[in-house]
């Protein structure tokens, strides 16, 4: 019993809460970068669903029903969280790149040494998440790409936009644009689920820790008063 003892109950609380396992700051660093990529792409997703259920063109009553349609913003709304936003998952998928690169490097050598000179083999898991993000970088790299495109050429209204720069019609980038973005979503799904643990265990220690901080921060004032 430690009634009357308050630096007692203080000492054994600070004593639970330095239990509690801290992350790395690396791996600290890994889930903000993953997070701020995330909430990212969530945007630039539900943002270009958004145009792929809702396109551009038409007039009221003409071959576009959807023409005027608001839904939560009006479409420039929608077109400035798609630009500027997905502007920022580029920077950020970027970022994760380099935070990653040893890891790039490395399994680009075994994988090369797999195919052409017979050295030790990739299990299936690790094949599989390779493969994954293989799909998911390539058709990450075609979307970046494609939306530059209209980021630098954009639609000129009531005609004369640039039809034929850069190799392709405005309708074949919009076709890359669209359905590389699909690829890259059905891919980085897939890559979610396969680091479904890691997510999940991570998050899970980083909240604890921010809680029982908090709890540091504020037990000794509770004991004082």
């Known amino acids: 019993m430690s009634f009357g003892y308050p630096w007692v109950n203080q000492k054994n609380k600070e004593s639970s809460v330095k239990k509690i396992r801290s992350v790395s700051p690396?791996?600290?660093?890994?889930w903000i970068l993953d997070a701020s990529?995330?909430?990212?792409?969530l945007v630039t997703i539900l943002s270009g669903v958004y145009f792929l259920i809702f396109p551009d063109g038409g007039y009221k009553g003409g071959r576009n029903p959807y023409y005027g349609i608001q839904i939560l913003f009006e479409r420039e709304g929608w077109e400035w969280m798609h630009t500027w936003i997905g502007l920022g998952m580029v920077v950020i998928a970027a970022i994760h790149l380099l935070f990653h690169w040893k890891w790039v490097k490395n399994t680009t050598v075994r994988v090369w040494g797999t195919l052409f000179k017979r050295t030790?083999?990739?299990?299936?898991?690790?094949?599989?998440n390779i493969i994954v993000d293989a799909i998911l970088a390539f058709n990450f790299i075609v979307c970046s790409?494609?939306?530059?495109y209209f980021l630098f050429f954009p639609e000129v209204k009531g005609g004369g936009d640039l039809e034929s720069v850069f190799l392709f019609s405005r309708t074949i980038w919009d076709a890359l644009h669209t359905w590389s973005g699909v690829l890259m979503i059905s891919a980085a799904l897939?890559?979610?689920?396969i680091h479904w643990g890691w997510v999940t265990k991570v998050t899970r220690k980083i909240f604890a820790k921010a809680k029982a901080d908090e709890v540091l921060t504020v037990a000794p004032n509770l004991f004082n008063n």
């Open 145 to 148: 790409l494609t939306g530059f």
């Open 190 to 193: 897939i890559h979610f689920v």
């Open 37 to 41: 990529l995330f909430l990212a792409a």
């Open 26 to 30: 690396i791996t600290r660093n890994n």
């Open 120 to 128: 030790r083999g990739i299990n299936r898991a690790s094949a599989m």
